[in-house]
């Protein structure tokens, strides 16, 4: 079983920067994928940013240019640097974890395996 653990969020204006790791332990030898997805009050979950052990990526249109995602493999951590935060980005950040997958949508959330509780990031106006 894999244990998935993230930190950071938290409340910041808009134009601000916010910071958010997350840690997998367990049994994390099957873990390729590790990434970052969201959740706002009465909507769908969204993709926000996911990594491959590889070093591919993928973002969502709205953050790119404005978030960055970064793996340690060697530490099975994940973290998304967060900038130019804008209200709409106010969500509940989940991060995820996924076994490897011949699969074309590797970044969907219905191909990760494990999710942590979630992180608030509330950006205010």
């Known amino acids: 079983q894999v244990q998935v653990v993230e930190s950071g969020g938290g409340l910041v204006q808009t134009g601000g920067s916010l910071r958010l790791s997350c840690a997998a332990s367990g049994s994390t030898f099957s873990i390729n994928v590790m990434g970052w997805y969201r959740q706002a009050p009465g909507k769908q979950r969204e993709l926000v940013a996911v990594?491959?052990?590889?070093?591919?990526?993928k973002y969502a249109d709205s953050v790119k240019g404005r978030f960055t995602i970064s793996r340690d493999n060697t530490k099975n951590t994940v973290t998304l640097q967060m900038n130019s935060l804008k209200p709409e980005d106010t969500a509940a950040y989940l991060c995820?974890?996924?076994?490897?997958?011949?699969?074309?949508?590797?970044?969907?959330?219905?191909?990760?395996?494990?999710w942590g509780k979630g992180t608030l990031v509330t950006v205010s106006s």
């Open positions: 990594m491959r052990n590889s070093g591919n990526s």
């Open positions: 995820a974890a996924g076994e490897f997958r011949f699969r074309v949508d590797w970044y969907s959330a219905t191909a990760m395996d494990y």
